[in-house]
T-cell receptor, first 114, second 114 residues
Framework: GQQLNQSPQSMFIQEGEDVSMNCTSS?????WLWYKQDPGEGPVLLIALYKAGELTSNGRLTAQFGITRKDSFLNISASIPSDVGIYFCAGLAAGGTSYGKLTFGQGTILTVHP | DAGVIQSPRHEVTEMGQEVTLRCKPISGHNSLFWYRQTMMRGLELLIY????????DSGMPEDRFSAKMPNASFSTLKIQPSEPRDSAVYFC????????????FGPGTRLLVL
C-alpha cells in the first residue's frame, strides 16, 4: 500500500524559532493536506494543496506541494507555545484502488519551550 | 458554520455489549469517512460513503463492525459485540466529494471496552 514518510518524528524548539517538517512518498498524490491534532481533539485542517508546485500560506504557516507530486513541506515561522501538538501530512491518491483515500504520515510531535 | 458533530464524545462499555457511534457531517458535504486512531496503528480508514452509498469498506476490521448512512446528514458505526481491542478513538470526517477535496474531522469518540 501507499506510505508517507514524515519527518522529523519530533521537534523540541524555543519559542520564536522557525519549524520545518516534510513528507515524502513513493507514489503520486493529487492533493496534499496538513493537519494539526491537539490532545483529546480531532485533526484540524491547516492547509490544503491541490496543484503541483503550489505554495500556500495560512498566517505563520506555509506549505508547498512538490513539483514531482511526491512530497510536501510545512513551515511554521516564529513559533509560539500554542503551536504545540502533533502535525500530520496526508495525501489523496491519484487513482487506482487508493482513490479517494487519505494516506497519513506518522506525525511530527512539536514541543515549544517558552 | 457547524463542523462535523460526533456523539457520544466518550463511551465506556463492557466486553460483549453493542456500541453505536453517531456522526453528522458538515451540511453540503456528500462524502463521509469513519477512521480509527490508536497509538500503535495511527489513523486507519474504516469505511467511506459517497452520496450515502458505501464505496469502500475494506478497512472494517471484522464482521462485528458495521456502518450505515441512511441520509445525507447522519451516519452510524456499530460494533457488536464489542471487545477490549476495539478501544480507540473513532473519528468521522466529511468532504465535498470523494475525490481530492480536503476532509474535515469531528472531535472523535473515545471508546473504552472493559
Amino acid at each position: 500500500g501507499q506510505q508517507l514518510n514524515q519527518s522529523p518524528q519530533s521537534m523540541f524548539i524555543q519559542e520564536g524559532e522557525d519549524v520545518s517538517m516534510n513528507c515524502t512518498s513513493s507514489s503520486i498524490f493529487n492533493t496534499w493536506l496538513w493537519y494539526k491534532q491537539d490532545p483529546g481533539e480531532g485533526p484540524v485542517l491547516l492547509i490544503a494543496l491541490y496543484k503541483a508546485g503550489e505554495l500556500t500560506s495560512n498566517g505563520r504557516l506555509t506549505a508547498q506541494f512538490g513539483i514531482t507530486r511526491k512530497d510536501s513541506f510545512l513551515n511554521i515561522s516564529a513559533s509560539i507555545p500554542s503551536d504545540v501538538g502533533i502535525y500530520f501530512c496526508a495525501g489523496l491518491a491519484a487513482g487506482g484502488t487508493s482513490y479517494g483515500k487519505l494516506t497519513f504520515g506518522q506525525g511530527t510531535i512539536l514541543t515549544v519551550h517558552p | 458554520d457547524a463542523g462535523v458533530i460526533q456523539s457520544p464524545r466518550h463511551e465506556v462499555t463492557e466486553m460483549g455489549q453493542e456500541v453505536t457511534l453517531r456522526c453528522k457531517p458538515i451540511s453540503g458535504h456528500n462524502s463521509l469517512f469513519w477512521y480509527r486512531q490508536t497509538m500503535m496503528r495511527g489513523l486507519e480508514l474504516l469505511i467511506y460513503f459517497n452520496n450515502n452509498v458505501p464505496i469502500d469498506d475494506s478497512g472494517m476490521p471484522e464482521d462485528r463492525f458495521s456502518a450505515k448512512m441512511p441520509n445525507a446528514s447522519f451516519s452510524t458505526l456499530k460494533i457488536q459485540p464489542s471487545e477490549p481491542r476495539d478501544s480507540a478513538v473513532y473519528f468521522c470526517a466529511s468532504s465535498h466529494n470523494t475525490g481530492f477535496r480536503a476532509q474535515y474531522f469531528g472531535p472523535g469518540t473515545r471508546l473504552l471496552v472493559l
